[in-house]
């Protein structure tokens, strides 16, 4: 295969380490562009990029993942009704 192990993971976080917010953005970027591999990875189609206090790098993330899986329970509810 060959490609994997050039960029290190973060030990907390379990993703992948961008070594600046620059890289991050290029990479979210190229997420947008294909996006379905990275959701079925993932689970979450990635929007942001926040750094990491615990391996100083930056990841990628999504806005608001808590707000918006309990909003999305609520809805879920009360179709249910
Ligand atoms: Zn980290």
Redesign the pocket.
């Known amino acids: 295969m060959g490609g994997s192990g050039k960029r290190a993971r973060?030990?907390?976080?379990g993703?992948v380490?961008f070594g600046s917010h620059d890289e991050a953005l290029k990479e979210l970027r190229r997420i947008r562009e294909n996006p379905d591999p990275v959701k079925n990875a993932l689970g979450y189609m990635p929007t942001q990029v926040y750094e990491?206090g615990?391996?100083?790098?930056w990841?990628l993330t999504f806005r608001g993942a808590t707000k918006y899986q309990r909003r999305r329970r609520r809805q879920g509810a009360k179709a249910w009704r």
């Open positions: 973060c030990k907390k976080a993703k380490c990491c615990s391996c100083r790098g990841h």
